[in-house]
């Protein structure tokens, strides 16, 4: 029976914790009396997930069995979550080349012959050879690509896109036209976390930027608290209402989630999983070798190993059919793996940032994504309150090098040398720069034909830390490269207990101190 | 008097020029320039005048100079031995301020009648630089019979002299030679997209003239250093980026432009190259619109670029050589509305002119711009 979630009073006798560093860890000794929430021990897993899935399809909620929806002659669109999910990328068969296999397999058998299947991007870049076999599997990707019948979502398309009307709130509703065109659109979704998933599939996955908008935007992010929390936030309002727009503009959707346990890490990095007191000889004799072969490992090199790693992630559910209910289900799913209570926020929150988030696959986690993943989603992992109370300080490990993937982050390098040399004010930088980075011809060209992330996509990853950014009285990163973190509009620390000092200037002497340890993810329910 | 004098060594030359390429400025300690007494050059006819030089400063073509980089196309229009220093404010013997124009054109030259180029009033384009009652030399600074701004006497004809207005200062007075260059070049083109290569003085002189005299509807710098970045801002520079930056702003600036290999598709009208380097040079052409103008500043003697982009693009490149009569008087105003007095970030007294020197090529990386030499309590004058 695995272990749930636990709130750890640091005492004398505890060990260094464990904090994530990119590429690398730091341990550190936190101070006598601060906390550090672990997160719950993997579920077990499906004993059968193809079954699971079988039944899924047949049993489904609030809709007709899937073969009782598929007729020859029939349009049917699968499409499937990109290469942002899961993290890090799940050892093979992933989810979903299990699931349209399945699909695929209910559809020939009705046949059904007018099938396509679309990599639902939304604004991200379009995925590799290797990614996309990763994801569908060998034969599912020699069965389509050849023949064109595996694409990508290619948002600034303009004859592929269909503008379907507004919501009440006067959002425009804009997916994907083959999507919106077919008689069954099934969506194949990995729900990692609690804000993936539900309508945010097809009404975010396969929308253009003229849709999301109206939701990717600063208020809308200061008025999530959290994202995280689909109840609570307005990005999942908005998402809800063109969903719902959706169905009555006549698309019928078939939505197919799966969660996953918290297995994150393979073997040899099996102290990752471990509350640090419970380390065996084994566990340390792994933790030494990997820090100081890593030590030794130029950043680069290091990078490609760390991205080598393909998670033990296993299938812990699968529930098929409308989207609302079949949301409802996984998001207690989610919950159940991820969910842990804490009592009460804290003055200074601190968090070790991995190496990877959803948007660094196979590439460098750069500023503008440190940011993100500290602010937007780190700090969003929270229900009902956040970690660290209004005014605190948050604290990050993260090198944070000056450094962009030129290929996949072009807009964002122009990003993070003009406009956060100007400002780093969220609406201001989206009142000023938005526009003329998400209409610049050449970040378009690059979206569409290369693998670059929309030009407007670094204006989202720093809107997603505005709601932060809000509540925050300072954020102070330790290990980063001093000019990239100040650039981002934060404090450079050279060790723990410098930035511990240094937020005491914020929050005052004798602060509640608070470490996410994360990841395996976790989601703080926190009560006040 | 007290002087620094160049004179023809072609050993010490060698040397300078290795010392150059090693460090810059090291030309200084083991080239032909060295401090010594001289007599005070002669009133060379009618219409001359001594000048007493307060603040000479130390330029880009200076410091070539000095360190044996200059290109032997000067030779003929030089005359040794001579002192250098061409950016002076200085006091005629009554006591009025002047700052000396120092091209030394027709009118200077005693040359009747004057050349088509001075007819024209566009006398730095002067025919006759190695011709007239002096010897060769293309301006104050580089010719045997005028002597130079780092001395404590040089003689100048009427026509150079610009009487400084009352409460300017020194400071002020002395940038109005670089001032000037600035005013040139910026009023050569009729574009309104504008990228300046390189924020040393004349980089500054030519933002401030840009932001000044044209109205841009973009005004691009690339600057290397922190100091540089700060003054380009100040000066008027929509966008201030690193050097390696540049193709990228212009690229974001400049709607609609796309990158095909290492060159933009389109670009901004008019590239003002500061450097005059191989690599500036060669950058220009890189974000230079099609049928735009490059407009060089920088002395960039001999380079080897690859100029297919330019016949395929049609674009132009253009020398920027000193300045008109006009130009020069502009500059007064142009030093004062600018306030760049604020370029002159270190005086030096003559004695310590290897270390002024030295100071000078270093300027960027030492935060500094504009290094003069201090001659307002120097003694010595014969």
């Not at chain 1, 929308?207 to 999530?224: C, D, E, F, I, P």
């Not at chain 1, 209570?341 to 440190?370: A, F, H, K, R």
């Not at chain 1, 956040?386 to 948050?394: H, I, K, N, Q, S």
Request: aromatic residues 8%; negative net charge.
């Amino acid at each position: 029976m695995p272990r749930p979630g636990f709130v750890l009073d640091v005492d004398r006798s505890t060990p260094p914790t464990l904090f994530w560093h990119g590429e690398g860890f730091r341990l550190e000794r936190l101070p006598t009396g601060s906390r550090v929430i672990y997160p719950p021990e993997p579920l077990d897993a499906l004993n059968d997930p193809d079954e699971a899935i079988r039944r899924a399809l047949l049993e489904p909620l609030d809709s007709e069995p899937l073969p009782a929806l598929l007729k020859p002659g029939m349009k049917l669109t699968i499409a499937f979550d990109d290469v942002s999910l899961p993290l890090p990328p799940m050892r093979q068969p992933d989810n979903r080349q299990r699931v349209i296999e399945a699909v695929l397999d209910m559809a020939a058998a009705a046949g059904v012959d007018d099938v396509q299947l679309i990599a639902a991007l939304a604004l991200h870049r379009r995925m590799t050879e290797s990614e996309l076999r990763h994801a569908l599997g060998d034969r599912i990707y020699d069965a389509f690509e050849p023949h064109g019948l595996l694409t990508q979502h290619d948002a600034e398309d303009p004859a592929g896109m269909l503008h379907l009307g507004t919501t009440d709130e006067g959002e425009d509703v804009e997916i994907n036209k083959r999507a919106a065109e077919s008689d069954l659109l099934v969506y194949v979704n990995i729900n990692l976390v609690a804000m993936d998933g539900g309508h945010k599939s097809v009404a975010t996955g396969l929308a253009s930027y003229k849709s999301l908008r109206h939701h990717h935007n600063v208020r809308t992010m200061q008025h999530s608290r959290s994202f995280m929390d689909q109840h609570r936030s307005e990005l999942h309002s908005s998402n809800w209402r063109m969903g719902r727009h959706l169905k009555a503009a006549g698309v019928k959707i078939f939505q197919i989630e799966t969660t996953l346990n918290t297995n994150t890490f393979p073997d040899q990095f099996a102290f990752l999983q471990k509350r640090e007191w419970e380390w065996k000889a084994r566990d340390r004799a792994s933790f030494l070798a990997v820090s100081k072969s890593l030590g030794r490992t130029p950043p680069r090199l290091a990078r490609r190993i760390f991205h080598s790693i393909n998670a033990p992630h296993e299938m812990t559910s699968v529930q098929a059919g409308e989207v609302e209910a079949v949301h409802a289900r996984t998001t207690e799913n989610v919950y159940r793996q991820q969910l842990v209570e804490v009592s009460g926020q804290t003055d200074i929150l601190t968090m070790g940032l991995p190496y990877i988030c959803p948007y660094n696959v196979n590439s460098v986690m750069n500023p503008i994504l440190v940011m993100c993943t500290g602010l937007g989603y780190f700090f969003n992992l929270y229900r009902n309150n956040p970690l660290v109370r209004p005014g605190g300080v948050l604290i990050l490990s993260h090198p944070t090098p000056w450094e962009f993937d030129p290929v996949f982050h072009p807009s964002y390098i122009d990003f993070f040398e003009q406009v956060l040399a100007e400002t780093t004010d969220p609406l201001e930088i989206e009142a000023k720069y938005e526009e003329s980075f998400a209409t610049d011809p050449w970040y378009i060209h690059l979206y569409r034909t290369g693998h670059a992330y929309h030009g407007v996509h670094p204006f989202y990853m720093w809107y997603w830390g505005a709601h932060a950014l809000d509540h925050l009285g300072g954020v102070i990163i330790v290990g980063g490269d001093p000019a990239a973190v100040r650039r981002l509009g934060f404090k450079p620390a050279s060790t723990m207990r410098d930035a511990l000092e240094m937020a005491t200037d914020v929050v005052g002497r004798d602060p509640s101190i608070t470490h996410l340890h994360c990841p395996p993810l976790l989601m703080a329910d926190v009560s006040v | 008097m007290k002087a620094l004098v160049f004179e023809r060594s072609l050993p010490r030359f060698a040397a300078a020029r290795v010392a150059g390429t090693l460090a810059p400025g090291g030309g200084a300690r083991v080239g032909p320039l060295r401090l010594t007494d001289v007599d005070p050059p002669e009133l060379p006819g009618p219409g001359w005048k001594r000048v007493r030089p307060r603040l000479a400063g130390i330029c880009g073509s200076d410091l070539a100079t000095v360190d044996g980089q200059s290109s032997r196309y000067f030779e003929p229009i030089v005359s040794f031995p001579f002192v250098p220093g061409h950016e002076v404010v200085g006091e005629l013997d009554d006591g009025t301020r002047v700052v000396v124009q120092p091209t030394l054109t027709c009118a200077a030259r005693g040359v009747e009648p004057v050349c088509a180029q001075c007819a024209s009033g566009n006398t730095n384009r002067c025919e006759r630089t190695a011709f007239g009652h002096l010897e060769p030399g293309l301006q104050t600074g580089y010719c045997a019979d005028t002597g130079g701004g780092w001395s404590l006497s040089l003689v100048a004809h009427e026509s150079q002299l610009y009487a400084v207005p009352d409460g300017m200062s020194d400071e002020t007075a002395v940038m109005v030679e670089p001032a000037a260059c600035g005013v040139h070049a910026a009023l050569l083109t009729a574009a309104s997209e504008f990228a300046v290569i390189g924020a040393g003085t004349l980089g500054l002189c030519t933002i401030a003239a840009l932001r000044t005299l044209t109205t841009p509807h973009v005004l691009i710098a690339a600057a290397k250093h922190p100091a540089q970045k700060q003054l380009a801002r100040e000066l008027g520079a929509d966008i201030v980026v690193e050097p390696d930056g540049l193709a990228r702003a212009v690229r974001r600036a400049v709607p609609g432009t796309m990158v095909a290999g290492g060159q933009l598709t389109s670009g901004v009208d008019a590239v003002f190259d500061c450097v005059g380097s191989e690599s500036s040079l060669a950058q220009a052409l890189e974000v230079v619109a099609p049928g735009g103008t490059i407009v060089l500043l920088g002395m960039p003697g001999r380079v080897s670029v690859d100029l297919t982009s330019l016949w395929h693009r049609e674009v132009s490149v253009r020398g920027a050589y000193t300045y008109t009569n006009d130009d020069f008087a502009k500059a007064f105003d142009l030093v004062q509305d600018a306030r760049l007095e604020r370029l002159v970030s270190g005086l030096y007294l003559l004695d310590r002119w290897k270390e002024a020197i030295e100071h000078a090529a270093d300027a960027g990386r030492r935060g500094a711009v504009k290094i003069a030499f201090d001659l307002r309590n120097e003694r010595g004058l014969s």
